[in-house]
């Protein structure tokens, strides 16, 4: 049945990350059908939507303060493996499933999925599998043409801008799989206040990113001259925008964390550490500095001034590339004599966000407001038909003998889908002791990465 204002709709959501929970659950507000489904600029719960999360189990699995932080609210919220989502996806009817996930996982869960709904509407009266979506948590600018393939399968693969759409739409095309699946729409997190003017204090942040730059050297450098902006305007307030804290871990490993590279420093008093939702500290921004992170276009959609740094180079392994032409390139000599980037309005029209002009999204009109309607309308139409095709990835065992088995066998699936034998909790909930050893193995993995794999490295270069 499609979707009514007399009856909830269920959707699912599943993601590695804390960064993809993020990206999941407010995709999952934006693209429900039906008038009583507009999203708020925050994710709060909407009125007819019922939304249950599952956290795939990983490095990555995003703790409580995470999950806090994000400040996205779930009717129900649970930690599984794959196999135990695909249990889930069994027992359980949904109308839409968002698979918020690295391309792999994606790729592992579309055939697990076809396996635990092959034939599930041909008996009468049967219940229709869920329509399944899935997207890019933010800026695609490596691995585009594995991260789509991977993806490929699903009934709606999202693109946060045009210009993403037009590049999925060419990279299916030109590999001869179907393209339709390729829907244009926005990044969901973009929202709050517009920009008005500067505040008091003028305020600096510099958003960090988790893996990029990936070494000391580098960290270091970004570190020192953020610091050396702090002394030479003591009138601003330099904020050093985090991610997480030590131990903890985002969409993207960070070996080298800023708090503990900082710890050698001193900075003076007018510079200082926030966590936090991105969305409220970029309400008391003036400067939005960055190499390339998504928060970027956040605080372009806000027109809050936006720097992106090329004092490490522009280079495709720093992401900073994709912002050629957009403006907003600057050097931190620049920023310390008070340039202020003017974003190209062409060019920040193709990425999906809003620069300049009146600030028709928060007024409920405008290019953002409707960015989602064609996703909405495709959902609805899948809703409303009598019959659903099966999921058909690109990748099979015919088409990548090689390289498919490899993927779901990380997953614990077989080359069809299926449960390996051994697979984790494949016949049973884990108890409290299993539950104690996963959260162990996962604390030993993270101080690994971040604190022996860094030494190693170090010897490995004496």
């Given at each position: ?25 407010l ?75 690295v ?74 799989a ?41 960290r ?103 912002f ?8 931190w ?26 600030s ?12 989602f ?18 999921l ?8 990548a ?13 077989g ?48």
């Amino acid at each position: 049945m499609p979707p009514s204002t007399t009856k909830s709709l269920r959707i699912a959501v599943l993601a590695d990350s804390d960064t993809r929970w993020k990206w999941g659950a407010l995709t999952a507000d934006r693209i429900a059908p039906g008038p009583s489904m507009e999203a708020g600029p925050r994710g709060e719960a909407q009125v007819g939507l019922a939304l249950d999360g599952y956290l795939l189990r990983g490095r990555a699995t995003p703790t409580a303060r995470q999950l806090e932080e994000v400040g996205v609210r779930a009717d129900s919220l649970r930690e599984v493996t794959a196999v135990e989502f695909l249990r889930a996806m069994a027992e359980t009817s949904y109308d839409i499933v968002v698979l918020a996930l690295v391309g792999g996982g994606v790729q592992a869960m579309l055939h697990g999925l076809a396996r635990v709904w092959d034939g599930l509407d041909k008996e009468p009266g049967a219940r229709k599998r869920p329509v399944v979506v899935t997207g890019y948590v933010g800026v695609v600018y490596e691995k585009l043409a594995d991260g789509l393939l991977l993806r490929h399968g699903a009934d709606l693969v999202l693109a946060n801008s045009r210009q993403d759409a037009e590049r999925f739409r060419a990279v299916y095309e030109g590999v001869g799989a179907d393209a339709s699946s390729v829907t244009e729409v926005a990044l969901p997190f973009l929202g709050g206040a517009a920009y008005e003017g500067e505040h008091d204090p003028y305020t600096v942040v510099f958003a960090v990113q988790p893996s990029v730059p990936d070494n000391r050297r580098d960290r270091v450098y970004l570190l020192d001259r953020l610091i050396r902006h702090a002394r030479l305007h003591p009138e601003r307030e330099v904020l050093l925008k985090l991610r997480s804290r030590p131990g903890e871990h985002t969409t993207h490993i960070e070996e080298l964390p800023y708090q503990k590279l900082i710890q050698r420093l001193e900075p003076p008093a007018n510079f200082r550490l926030v966590y936090g939702n991105m969305g409220e500290v970029l309400d008391r921004t003036d400067l939005l500095v960055t190499i390339s992170s998504t928060a970027a276009l956040e605080s372009l959609h806000r027109r809050i001034p936006t720097a992106v740094l090329t004092d490490l180079g522009i280079r495709e392994v720093l992401g900073n590339h994709h912002f050629v032409g957009s403006g907003c390139l600057a050097s931190w000599d620049q920023l310390d004599a008070g340039h202020r980037p003017v974003p190209d309005e062409e060019w920040v029209a193709r990425q999906g966000v809003v620069a300049g002009g009146t600030s028709q999204t928060e007024s409920g009109g405008g290019s953002y407001a409707e960015a989602f309607d064609a996703a909405r309308e495709r959902i609805a139409k899948l809703l409303a038909s009598p019959e659903r095709p099966p999921l058909t990835p690109y990748y099979t065992p015919v088409t990548a003998p090689g390289y498919l088995p490899g993927i779901l066998a990380r997953h614990h699936l077989g080359p069809d889908g299926t449960p390996l034998p051994g697979a984790p909790a494949h016949d049973k909930e884990p108890g409290p002791v299993r539950q104690i050893v996963r959260r162990a193995a996962r604390g030993a993995y993270r101080h690994g990465v971040q604190r022996v794999a860094p030494v190693i490295r170090r010897m490995g270069e004496l």
